[in-house]
């Protein structure tokens, strides 16, 4: 009663003017970075949005998140609808400069199926830097998703920037989790969860952790056990939040008390399906959030028994290899790529330019390649069409026709926390992008074939019966990771995967 009590007090103190009502199917509003203090307003406030009447709650589903955060993207946090039955997808969001009581619309658009299973969304309106809304003709094409209905969302939108002679495109990359309802464990809960790397090199706190989750009323309590890449424990956390029906839909806030200060503000959904995503406002700068990290986090539930690794990696996957540091201009922005894993084997023809590299550099060239991949590897890439200057990423052709120039070697799973693979290790070989195998990164200290192998951490849990994979590797692991830029010097970057298993 004591947390409802101080969320109430401060809904009056706005006037209202950003509750919302308990249903679940409504179009739910975003909101910008700046406008994150307006958030927890109560359902119990007494006035409702006047929405239309919603279609069939089977045939629409809400999501929140965004912990995903790129320079001038105008979607650090988001809430977006899936419209199955008109096959639409909108997002909205309350603007900085904004006064008035109902949320502006960011994006719209129509989205259809592909034989590889990504969404491709067509943008008849998109989010400008400004987060103005404007008509697009034609539509704006290139952004994709990737959607467990009911439970969560891998995506990357567009966003469109004034520059020059006419607008750019650039990544406006987010992960959702289903928001219908506040969390209801009946018993202490456990998670596990990575954190998102930032666009930034340094101020790193954690990587990746074991949350415990228990919930009293509208309390959310999280004790957290963080880590660094290296199975280098971090300070445990213990802190409480406060779940309410928010404009953004059943969010928990941490701190309770951090209406008035949008820096510090942690917004965290707890799905159903438990799928787990957390948006820090403050991307690391307002303290270690819930979570030990300070940067958005993405989760699974701690499987009750240890996965199994040969069904893992026998499986295929699809999703999204996120380098926020990757600033290389191409047609297509590639801080965020669509990719598929699992088509390929490592003895496959089409990852031969990967594994040329990788063994060109383990014990000889440019030594960047300490082990080679074990038997607890999967393999993939991006999708890359065309060639040159009309290359794009684009993921609706044929399965399998993605490239093979990554590879995830899970390693052992931890004894004692199911689903968690600390010391996993991804390789990048002279074929990612911005080059191929016909013009490959070549390291300027031989000349020869460039390949590169960093440490990471992965999460494995199962989400609807689906296994979802999430990896992290940080900058300040050691070795850093490095990918090539256009100068041919590796550099060290922050690196995410995030992957939804697809059907066989």
């Known amino acids: 009663m004591g947390l409802a009590r101080r969320a109430y007090t401060f809904c009056q103190s706005v006037e209202n003017i950003f509750c919302f009502g308990r249903r679940r199917t409504q179009v739910l509003p975003t909101v910008l970075l700046g406008f994150s203090c307006v958030l927890l307003a109560l359902s119990g406030c007494g006035q409702s949005a006047q929405t239309a009447t919603p279609a069939a709650a089977p045939q629409v589903d809400t999501y929140f998140g965004g912990p995903f955060s790129v320079s001038g993207s105008a979607l650090p946090q988001s809430s977006s609808t899936f419209n199955h039955s008109a096959n639409q997808v909108s997002i909205s969001a309350f603007i900085s400069t904004q006064t008035a009581q109902v949320p502006t619309q960011i994006m719209n658009g129509t989205y259809g199926s592909s034989a590889t299973g990504f969404l491709k969304i067509t943008e008849n309106f998109a989010s400008t830097g400004s987060g103005v809304l404007a008509a697009e003709n034609p539509p704006v ?64 706190t954690a990587d990746y952790g074991i949350v415990n989750i228990s919930v009293q009323g509208a309390a959310v309590n999280f004790s957290a056990t963080p880590f660094l890449i290296g199975s280098v424990a971090r300070p445990a956390t ?60 993405i989760g699974v539930a701690k499987p009750s028994a240890a996965v199994d690794v040969n069904a893992v990696t026998g499986a295929k996957y699809n999703g999204f290899f996120y380098d926020p540091l990757n600033r290389v201009v191409e047609n297509y922005d590639i801080t965020a790529l669509a990719s598929s894993f699992g088509d390929n084997a490592a003895t496959s ?144 970057q922050p690196v995410g995967i995030y992957l939804f298993q697809r059907a066989q």
């Open 141 to 204: 094409a290139g952004a994709w998703a990737l959607e467990i209905p009911g439970a969560g969302v891998l995506a990357n939108f567009l966003d469109l920037h004034s520059a020059g002679s006419g607008p750019t495109v650039s990544a406006g990359p987010a992960a959702m989790a289903e928001n219908s309802s506040c969390p209801n464990f009946s018993t202490q809960t456990p998670f596990i969860y990575v954190t998102v790397p930032r666009p930034s090199l340094t101020g790193d």
């Open 349 to 492: 023809m089409a990852c031969s330019t990967l594994q040329s590299s990788l063994m060109a550099n383990n014990g000889q060239g440019a030594r960047t390649v300490p082990v080679l991949p074990s038997a607890t590897t999967i393999y993939g890439g991006e999708y890359i069409t065309g060639t040159g200057s009309n290359a794009v990423n684009d993921p609706t052709g044929a399965v399998g026709s993605e490239n093979c120039d990554v590879a995830i070697d899970l390693g052992m799973q931890d004894s004692t926390n199911n689903g968690l693979f600390p010391n996993a290790t991804v390789f990048v070989g002279s074929n990612f992008p911005p080059f191929s195998a016909a013009n490959p990164w070549n390291c300027p200290s031989t000349g020869a074939a460039c390949a590169v192998s960093f440490p990471a951490t992965a999460v494995v849990g199962k989400v609807q019966g689906q296994y979802v994979i999430f990896v992290v590797a940080s900058a300040g692991s050691s070795p850093a990771a490095q990918l090539p830029d256009t100068s041919n010097i590796s550099q060290p």
């Open 238 to 297: 213990t802190v409480t939040g406060g779940c309410s029906i928010s404009n953004l839909g059943a969010l928990t806030a941490y701190p309770l008390n951090s209406f008035g200060t949008p820096a510090n503000l942690e917004l965290i959904s707890i799905g159903a399906s438990n799928f787990l995503v957390s948006s820090s406002a403050n991307a690391g700068l307002g303290g270690p959030g819930a979570f030990g990290g300070g940067s958005g986090v």
